[in-house]
């Protein structure tokens, strides 16, 4: 099969996880291990999240005295790229010696009228106490919300249109290249109505999204989303909480799952069902050679009756 893969942010940073480059290393030399099974078997694309290490990254640009004017998003989610993408590079080779792999910066058209970039969902960064979360914002003009064990930045996230090079992803899986792309949700930029030139925009694109859209535009047949949960949950936190073993796309939808976390990760399997009839699972960074076989995770399947 052609399986596109997102990882979550905790394929290099677990919760209360210092950021520092060898402890992201480590994550993603235990998360190649898992992939490497599957990419003996499938055709692997694999996409990454970037908001914690893209968060980082503004608060350091925004202290830095030498900058007239803190990096934009757009330029940062390239630096994640980068960095990620030479992370994630490094442990699938030493994890599939042989296979050919390639890291790809890519860029996400987006619409400059999103009504996404008046209401910020998006969380990048630390987990803050409240109190100070809501100093940094009054400090450095920033939204935040709350997480689900903290206080953390929001940022607008407008919907993906189209990543810019997924023909070059096509030709690199035509040629037995294992691609990593569409990193942080990609590049954000819009085209000018009249010349078609680009311009990067102040946002994160959600990267289970963006995995959806490229999923279905390079005809995969399986969608995998991974995170820091087993399943999907209905009422998460509560007494009342239980797993879904498995959904169609209409009853994820109507599960109410928050925008800010769960609530992206089931659209985008829900619509790639949708659009392609194709699977998609979500769950535990380590099971997806099990999610695949269908022996963990939450699977969506099309809606037969339907």
Known sequence: MRIVVALGGNALLHRGDRPDAAVQQANVDRTATGLAALAREHELVITHGNGPQVGLLAMESEADPALSAPYPLDLLGAQTQGMIGSLLTRAMHDALPGQRIAALVTHTLVRADDPAFARPTKFVGQVYSRQLAEELARKRGWRIALDTTGWRRVVASPAPERILETETVRELLSGGTLVICGGGGGVPVTADRDTGALSGVEAVIDKDLTAALLAEDLKADFLLILTDVPYVYQGYGTP???????????????????AGSMGPKTEAAARFVEQTGGLAAIGALDAAHEMVHGRSGTLVRPDLAG
């Open 240 to 258: 009342d909480q239980r797993p879904l073993l498995d959904a169609t796309p209409q009853e994820l939808r109507s599960g109410g799952f928050p």
